[in-house]
């Protein structure tokens, strides 16, 4: 599948960001889409994560409770809705898909990348 994300920006603390990645190619096959974020000078970290059916969600420990992620009934759209954005959410976020239903939380383990779009959060 190919993925493109779009919808990062600059916004202040305690902000709301809602970033988008669409799905093209193999829809057919199902798939799980994730987020990735990735600082300078860190490791890329896991954001979200959804099924194919849209019927599991998943979120790294600091994400809980802010973002949200979704997708359309098509499937051919993946939203995730950032909430009370902090300074440390400052990086760039990539989508990514991987064929199947489970979800894992390692990048290394999808093998389709969107090319990512910057969030930054200023004080």
């Known amino acids: 599948v190919q993925l493109q994300a779009s919808g990062g920006g600059l916004v202040q603390v305690g902000g709301s960001l809602s970033l988008s990645c669409a799905v093209s190619g193999r829809t057919a096959v199902s798939y799980v889409t994730g987020w990735f974020r990735q600082a300078p000078g860190k490791a890329r970290e896991f954001v979200a994560a959804?099924?194919?059916?849209?019927?599991?969600?998943y979120y790294g420990d600091s994400m809980k409770g802010r973002f949200t992620i979704s997708r359309d009934n098509a499937k051919t759209t993946v939203y995730l809705q950032m909430n009370n954005l902090k300074p440390e959410d400052t990086a760039v976020y990539y989508c990514a898909a991987r064929q199947g239903d489970s979800v894992y939380y390692g990048s290394w383990l999808y093998d389709s990348w969107g090319q990512g779009t910057q969030v930054t959060v200023s004080s």
């Open positions: 959804i099924t194919w059916g849209g019927d599991g969600t």
